[in-house]
């Protein structure tokens, strides 16, 4: 644009065409270069530079002396990264910055400041796109806004935010809000209209209504409380009265001016009178403006006189009318003259009578003033200081509209008072606060509560006449001495005693009482210790033994102590006895000498022992004997045992016969050990062995098998022990010559063994004694004390235990037949245990007596002391002493503490001063209403002198100072005050009187006389007093004896539960009532108050179990298994008792415990006995041989430590080892090689494989004649789980924890079990494992802890409370316990009731109550201001609150201070307005609503309640309702609101209208609440009418038919007619004519004739509506019709249609096999 700009200024400059052509093209040209390069700069791409967040702060110190820096690059506009020359450098932003580096400290010094919520703002005004609700349900959503600024703590500055949210997060700045709906004011219906205003004429009618609930969140307004209409009873025959006298407020009280100052004041005399009037008027109109009046006063006060200033007015009046506005002065005028010419007459008149008297009356109350002087100073003057002073009030004539006119308009015969005594108002006056009190703690501690200090001010001068009340008298605040003046406080500590010992619950089974047996309990248990408090005082001397120490304390109330109080109850552990366990015997040794070092006695004994397994609990003292004795023969010590028989050597060197076997001995001594040679010299080497090798033609014979086990330990009468041993024939003899085989006899050999008598001998040992002190032992031994365990030992003292020897199955013999070197000591050392003795804590402190001074209390309090016991005697310690409380009758309080009020005698009447009354007519100086005070007095109870504060703060209310009284005039009646009635004989007979008398001159009046208008005596029939007694209430809970837990059958005590049960007594109250149903004291009925009643606490039952059954085997017999054992339920627990442990979920009525055991693979061994003779089956009668069979016997049997000892069934030995019964083989022939049987496989190495193999040999016995018979061998490979196998530890799960027999649960032990096991799963005997040397890394016992059930313990019963009610029907009586140990695992539950209650003595409710307010009468005036009056009486009730009580005789609630609902203030009269006749004025204030909640279908919004009262206005003449006042409202918040929900209710149609009206949930009527958009049609009309017959107008708007007729329409939609239904009449089952069907016409509008009792048992079809339309239903039939039809028509075609053929099955039926499948069917 610049080069254009440029081009065209230079236009005039160039002058020439031929130049100017050129310079255009040139233009041109340039303008088109331009606009390419624009493009291209277009197209050219964009730089921009980007940054970073700024980093973290970096500094070397804090503050803003730090910087922070930040990544700055240059990208494309596409947002690639590129070099930074591509960017313009001058743009280039900052990469780093000054910054505030925050440390920690700053967070002292900085902190968020957040601002207030601002105004709820709705979303939709925010948010352009949201549209505000049409319809506002819950309330418009709104957000709400709020400044949040980092600032300096110290100062407020603000800051940057980041230093704060280095610490703490910013603060949100906006939340979600709700904006109410608006809720419009509802009211309530009006009520009926009210009487007609006027009697004749025109009057008004009113009917008014109250708020319910204000407008709220901007809701519409209330609408107008009053409905005015008017009304006319008749015409008024003679003159309306359009004139009243009313009477004004009274004024203000002044005090009447000195004489001086009124004289000083006195106008010229013609116009005195009138401006006195007129000041006082004035004087009054100002303090009226002061003084408040309430509500409606104000509204009712009028124009006053011309002659007095205008008083406090309302202001909203309408000016009057322009006629009456311009005739009034006149009329004042004449008003106002009249009056001055009636008061200078009086005046006149007044000083003639006065002229001949010495005093006149303003003298004389000069000297009264001077008199009450001196009375100030009597007692209680100075606070008192009450002046009388008068007020005075205006009278003015009203006109009807509300205009005040002339008085003598107003005709009335007396003038109203416009004067009366007062009182001066006086604000109550005090002194300056007292310095503080010092501190109620004398002593400092810092962590103890605080002390309190008060300061006090007294009163100067009591309020009087309304004036103020008194402030606060008294102030108080918490202090504390300082620590460095003030002693420290004492400390007070908790002290326990020892614990008891520790008791184990019993078990389940143990439980029942038939058995107690409860001893030997062991494992947990609990045990208890009692807890008191001490003070912890420094003077206890330090060198004192703990027990000592603690001796010297005193037990103290234990809410001196502060803190938690220790536990009182802890879990304990009963160690279990370990039984002894001994191994099982071991085989009879050698016939032995009793000492191999003394072999001079020839007396010998075979001996067996046993071992102890484990270590038992007391030594090895309790165990069994470990060894047993056999007398024998030939003892020797040391014996040759024969190891092992060479190969049988033939005589003369010889191949075959007969031969011997050398044996190869060992020396062992008795106990089978292997000795040294040299020991077995004096024994008796065996001989060699005879054998024989067999000949080639010799019967050829096994070898003996080794002798069999004794079968008897011992020999007698009737058992003999022998030993067998058996050999078998491995072939026939061959031929002649050779030997022959023996018999079958000869192959088997008895001998005798253990031929030893059975008479088995060993020591018996008794218990060991007690431990006595050893006086072998020197004293000086003594004295040094050992310490094991939790015991002291004093000193060492000896136990002694008996041992006999005795003979087994017989008894004690003597000790020589016993070996002696084996007998048990009888005699050991012990520890003596020293003795201990009980200790108890000196006497608490006597509990405190009431403090409080109760009278009439005939019971006499106790008051009590304890004293602990803290450690138990043992040992033959000190006993502990039986008594350990005390109690004792508290002394009688010497007066009991309180103030009272002393009221003095009332002072002389005193009159209005005659200087204001004297202008009233008819008044008498000496005579008339006036006011009398009186001083008042504190008193304490014993009549002494108290200041005044103290009966402010503790009497009852201050009674009245000031009471209005009359100074009789002459002519006034006087009487005395009527005396008591006179007693009565008895009751409801005769009469009772009282009397009154005529007092001074009045006696000689005879209009006192007259005893119509002053009766002097009363009477009355004496009171007819009758009372009945009746229950009341329920009965109160089971309430045990006092005096402790009562034993045996009563009730039962569980170690230390205060588990109370038995027999024990319910009580129910009763009330007495006197012949008008008045609750009256009970012991008019003479009853004590109470029925009583037995009941019974059931005791708790626990649950039951029988004992543990017998241990099952072990599942297994090789290798670890399980064993079982089981319990079974007795009883199950009821009334709280013990719950069961968990059952077993199959059988709910047993307990099982499952284990792991061990089964020791060779406990039982299969024992085979001898082959029998060979059975040839294919014989060969020349050589005997050929195939045969040996059977053999195979017995499972037990093994023992004497091998095995008797045959058990078969299935407990292992079938996979069974031996062989029966084997079939070749009996060698002559010519045959004969072997001894196979002997056993060589081992397979430790890894199997196939490669590896395994051999057995069998050597030749018998050698054919010339024919070599070396060894045979068989081979097999080691197959793996075949005849080869590994082997391998397993170890199982751990078990449950196993306790003790007699241990309920504490510690036991868990234990696991070590399994050898073979490849193929098979568990052998442990010693396959441990052949292999492998490890065992295992630990296979662990301790474990069973959770203890512990029972629930409760505390004792608290006492008892106070009655929870003064007086009354429902007061109770509480006392309560609390949990002190609470259950765990399986114990007693706690109680459900913690709390007991019974009732209370019924007492009568005596109040004082207000009467309903009088009428408001205004004195001597039609209408104005007046007073109205109540009464307080005294009412009895039963305190429910269900009834309103009862009037009974004042004197009832003379021991109450007078108040009424807890207010002291007593209001008996108040002031009133009565309206004028035409005045428009406001009703009283309305009762406080019910509080309104805010909420929506029950949903509480959250805006609390409201509740409102208003005043509505009422008008009397329709002339003055542009006078009327504005209606009033009030609102205040309340709580406990209730939900309201308003609905549209309506009523039938009536015609063309309805009535339609607003429904609160309550079931009120309101005019506003429902929403009016909701609101149901009220008026319908059709256009045009319905005006044909039976035809109405629908809701609709159109034209219908009434019920029972259908429509018929035009063409064009119109009504044509209305036509009868045809209705189908269905009779129902109660009918008779049930099979009679009937198509009729019906009209709903004449009922058709039935007979009796068949009304409305017959119902119709009607398929057409009201509207002449189908009915629903008659689509629904219709359709449902139509769906059967089709599905009619479907099923006859299938039913109908040709079946296909099936194809031919190519298998047979018979081959194919019949799958059944159960499906439930019972048929199958």
Not at 195 to 220: D, E, H, M, W, Y
Not at 643 to 652: A, Q, S, T
Request: aromatic share 6%.
């Amino acid at each position: 644009m610049g080069v254009v700009g440029r081009a065209i200024g230079m236009q005039g400059v160039l002058k020439g065409a031929p130049l100017f052509s050129l310079w255009r093209l040139a233009m041109l040209f340039f303008s088109m270069w331009e606009l390419d390069a624009q493009t291209a700069v277009e197209t050219r791409p964009i730089y921009i530079w980007q940054t970073g967040p700024w980093g973290r702060c970096m500094g070397s110190e804090c503050g803003p002396g730090g910087s922070q820096s930040r990544a700055v690059w240059c990208a494309h506009s596409e947002g690639w990264t590129t070099l930074h020359t591509n960017c313009d450098q001058a743009e280039r932003p900052e990469n780093q910055q000054s910054c505030f580096r925050v440390c920690d400290w700053h967070k002292d010094l900085y902190d968020w400041q957040l601002g207030a919520w601002n105004q709820c703002v709705p979303v939709s005004m925010r948010s352009a796109g949201v549209q505000r609700p049409a319809v506002c349900t819950r309330g418009e959503e709104g957000i709400q806004t709020r400044e949040v600024g980092c600032v300096q703590k110290a100062n407020g500055e603000p800051a940057e935010d980041a230093i704060c949210e280095y610490f703490e997060p910013k603060p949100r700045l906006e939340q979600a809000c709700l904006i109410p709906c608006p809720h419009d004011c509802v009211v309530s219906e009006f009520s009926p209209w009210s009487p007609c205003s006027k009697t004749c004429a025109l009057g008004l009618q009113n009917r008014i209504r109250f708020v319910l609930t204000p407008p709220l969140f901007g809701g519409a307004a209330c609408p107008n409380l009053t409905e005015f209409q008017t009304c006319q009873l008749g015409p008024c025959h003679g003159e309306e009265s359009f004139y009243s006298l009313r009477v004004g407020p009274w004024g203000p009280c002044s005090v009447p001016l000195p004489r001086q100052a009124r004289q000083a004041d006195k106008p010229p005399k013609k116009s005195r009178e009138s401006d006195t009037l007129s000041k006082e008027g004035d004087k009054q109109s100002k303090e009226g403006e002061k003084s408040p009046r309430g509500g409606g006063k104000q509204a009712r006060e009028g124009e006053k006189t011309p002659t007095l200033k205008r008083k406090l007015g309302r202001t909203n009046r309408k000016p009057d009318r322009p006629s009456r506005q311009a005739d009034r002065p006149k009329r004042q005028k004449k008003a106002k003259n009249k009056e001055k010419r009636e008061k200078m007459r009086e005046k006149i008149q007044e000083r003639l009578r006065e002229r001949g008297k010495t005093k006149d009356p303003e003298t004389r109350e000069l000297i009264k003033k001077k008199r009450n002087k001196n009375r100030q100073n009597r007692p209680g003057g100075k606070f008192w200081d009450l002046q009388i002073g008068y007020q005075t009030r205006e009278v003015t004539c009203v006109h009807r509209s509300g205009t005040v006119e002339a008085l003598s308009l107003c005709s009335q015969e007396t003038l109203p008072v416009t004067y009366q005594a007062c009182v001066m108002a006086k604000d109550c006056d005090v002194t300056e606060w007292s310095e503080w009190s010092p501190c109620s703690k004398k002593c400092y501690d810092s962590n103890g509560p605080k002390g309190e200090r008060t300061r006090t001010r007294k009163v100067n001068q009591f309020p009087a006449g309304g004036g103020a009340d008194c402030p606060q008298l008294e102030e108080k605040e918490p202090c504390s001495p300082p620590g460095d003046v003030a002693p420290p406080c004492i400390v007070y500590s908790w002290k326990t005693t020892d614990w008891t010992e520790c008791k184990v619950d019993v078990l389940l089974s143990q439980q029942d009482r038939r058995r107690g047996n409860q001893t030997g309990l062991c494992g947990g248990g609990t045990q208890t210790r009692e807890v008191y408090c001490v003070q912890a005082g420094t003077d206890t001397p330090p060198n004192l033994s703990p027990l000592r120490s603690k001796e010297a304390l005193r037990p103290v109330d234990n809410n001196l102590c502060l803190g938690v109080p220790p536990n009182t109850t802890q879990l304990c552990h009963i160690s279990c006895p370990v039984e002894c366990e001994v191994s099982s015997w071991s085989a009879w040794g050698p016939c032995t000498y009793e000492n191999c070092q003394d072999q001079v006695a020839k007396k010998g004994f075979k001996l067996r022992k046993r071992r102890i397994v484990n270590e038992p609990t007391g030594g090895t003292g309790n165990c069994p004997h470990l060894l047993e004795a056999i007398p024998c023969e030939d003892p020797i010590c040391f014996d040759w045992l024969v190891v092992k028989l060479e190969e049988c050597i033939p005589d003369n060197g010889k191949e075959c016969g007969p031969g011997t076997q050398i044996p190869q001995v060992q020396c062992v001594n008795s106990d089978g050990e292997y000795l040294d040679r040299q020991l077995c010299r004096d024994a008796i080497l065996p001989m060699p062995f005879i054998c024989e090798v067999p000949c080639s033609k010799d019967c050829a014979l096994s070898p003996w098998t080794p002798w069999s086990l004794c079968s008897h330990t011992c020999s007698g009468k009737n058992t003999e022990g022998k030993q067998t041993r058996a050999r078998s024939i491995l072939a026939y003899n061959a031929g002649e010559g050779g030997i022959q085989c023996p018999n079958v006899s000869a192959l088997q050999e008895v001998r005798s063994c253990n031929d030893h008598p059975c008479t088995v001998y060993h020591w018996q040992t008794g218990p060991w004694g007690q431990c006595i002190e050893d006086s072998s032992i020197p004293s000086a031994n003594t004295s040094v004390g050992r310490t094991r365990g939790d015991d002291v030992s004093c000193s060492v003292g000896m136990q002694t235990r008996k041992v006999i020897c005795v003979r087994v199955n017989v008894g004690q013999v003597p000790p020589k037949k016993c070996p002696e070197s084996v007998r048990p000591d009888t005699v050991r050392p012990c520890l003596l245990p020293c003795k201990r003795d009980c200790i108890v804590t000196p006497y608490s402190d006597w509990s405190p007596c009431p403090s409080v001074c109760r009278t009439g209390g005939s019971t006499k309090k106790k008051q009590y002391r304890k004293r602990i016991i803290i450690q138990l005697p043992a040992n033959g310690g000190q006993d502990c002493p039986e008594v350990l409380t005390q109690e004792r009758d508290c002394e009688a309080p010497s007066a009991c503490e309180g103030y009272r009020w002393k009221t003095h005698k009332w002072r002389r009447c005193q009159l209005v001063p005659w200087s204001v009354r004297q202008e009233s007519p008819g008044a008498q100086e000496t005579c008339g209403p006036g006011l009398q005070v009186r001083a008042v007095s504190c008193r304490k109870q014993d009549g002494g002198q108290a200041n005044i504060e103290a009966c402010l703060k503790f009497a009852s209310s201050m009674p009245p100072l000031t009471q209005p009284c009359q100074v009789p005039c002459q002519e006034d009646c006087q009487l005395s005050s009527w005396s008591k009635f006179s007693s009565c004989t008895a009751d409801c007979v005769g009469v009772r009187t009282r009397k009154r008398m005529l007092v001074g001159r009045s006696r000689k009046h005879d209009q006192c006389k007259n005893n119509q208008l002053y009766p002097l005596s009363e009477t009355q029939y004496c009171p007819c007093n009758k009372y009945n007694a009746q229950p009341v209430g329920n009965w109160s809970d089971c309430i045990l004896p006092e005096g402790g837990q009562v034993e045996g059958q009563l009730g039962i005590k569980v170690q230390g539960d205060i588990k109370e049960c038995g027999q024990g007594y319910r009580y129910q109250a009763m009330v007495c009532y006197d012949q008008d149903n008045r609750i009256v004291e009970t012991s008019r009925c003479n009853s004590h108050g109470y029925i009583e009643e037995a009941c019974i606490i059931p005791c708790p039952s626990d649950c039951k179990l029988s004992e543990w059954s017998n241990w099952s085997r072990c599942s297994k017999s090789c290798g670890s298994g399980v064993k079982v054992r089981s319990k079974w339920l007795r009883e199950k627990p009821y009334n709280g008792g013990r719950p069961c442990p968990k059952l077993d979920h199959v059988n709910q009525a047993q307990v099982y415990e499952v284990v792991p055991c061990l089964s020791d693979c060779g406990q039982y061994v299969w024992v085979a006995e001898p082959w029998s003779v060979w059975k040839v089956i294919n014989v060969d009668q020349k050589d005997n041989c050929g195939e045969g069979v040996q059977t053999r016997n195979v017995k499972c049997m037990l093994n023992t430590i004497d091998g095995p000892s008797e045959q058990v069934e078969d299935y407990l030995c292992d079938p996979e080892e069974m031996p062989l019964g029966a084997r079939k083989s070749r009996l060698p022939c002559p010519e045959d090689c004969v072997f001894l049987d196979w002997g056993a496989w060589s081992p397979c190495p430790l890894l199997c494989s196939e490669n590896s193999t395994r051999e057995r040999t069998a050597y030749p016995l018998r050698l054919p004649e010339e024919k070599e018979c070396p060894p045979i061998k068989e081979t097999e490979p080691c197959k793996l789980n075949r005849n080869c196998f590994h082997y391998s530890y397993n170890i199982t799960d751990w078990s449950t924890c196993q306790l003790s027999d007699k241990a309920v649960c504490g510690n036991g032990i868990k234990t696991r079990m070590l399994d050898c096991v073979r490849s193929d799963g098979k568990s052998v005997d442990l010693n396959f494992c441990n052949e292999l040397g492998l490890e065992r890394k295992w630990q296979m016992n662990a301790s474990c802890v069973v959770e203890c059930p512990v029972n629930c313990q409760l505390s004792d019963w608290s006492p008892w409370s106070e009655c929870s009610h003064t007086c009354g029907l429902a007061g109770k009586l509480w006392r309560r316990r609390t949990v002190i140990q609470a259950l765990q695992g399986d114990g007693r539950p706690c109680p459900s009731q913690m709390e007991q209650w019974k009732p209370c003595l019924v007492k009568p409710c005596y109040s004082w109550r207000y009467s309903a307010w009088s009428e408001c009468k205004s004195e001597g005036a039609r209408c104005g201001e007046g007073l109205r009056f109540r009464n307080m009486s005294c009412f009895v009730s039963d305190g429910s609150g269900g009834q309103d009580g009862s009037l009974v005789d004042d004197e009832l609630c003379g021991d109450l201070d007078p108040s009424v609902d807890g207010d002291t203030h007593m209001v008996l009269q108040e002031p009133c307005t009565v309206p004028c006749p035409g005045e428009c004025y406001l009703t009283d204030w309305t009762v406080w609503s019910s509080c309104h909640l805010s909420c929506i279908n029950g949903d509480d919004l959250g805006f609390g309640s409201v509740q409102v009262r208003s005043r509505a206005v009422v008008a009397q003449d329709p002339e003055n309702l542009l006078q009327c006042p504005e209606q009033e409202l009030e609102a205040r918040p309340c709580t406990d609101g209730e939900c309201f929900e308003y609905k549209w209710k309506t009523g039938p149609w009536r015609g063309s209208s309805r009535h339609v009206w607003c429904q609160r949930s309550d079931g009120l009527n309101v005019t506003g609440g429902c929403l009016a958009t909701a609101k149901p049609m009220a008026d319908r009309s059709c256009n045009p009418p319905c005006t044909k017959p039976q035809s109405l107008c629908t809701e609709a708007g159109v034209c219908g038919c009434e019920e029972g007729y259908t429509e018929v329409m035009t063409s064009d939609g119109l009504l044509d007619q209305c036509t009868v239904i045809p209705v189908l009449e269905i009779p129902t089952a109660d009918d008779s004519k049930a099979d009679v069907k009937t198509i009729r016409a019906f009209n709903p509008t004449q009922p058709a004739v039935s007979p009796p009792g068949r009304v409305g048992r017959t119902w119709f079809l009607q398929p057409f509506g009201p509207d002449g339309k189908l009915k629903t239903w008659v689509y629904g039939v219709a359709a449902g019709a139509f769906v059967l039809l089709v599905f009619i028509i479907s099923m006859t075609y299938l039913a109908c249609k040709k079946p296909k053929k099936p194809p031919r099955r190519q298998m047979n039926n018979r081959l194919k096999p019949l799958t059944l499948a159960y499906d439930g069917d019972a048929d199958m």
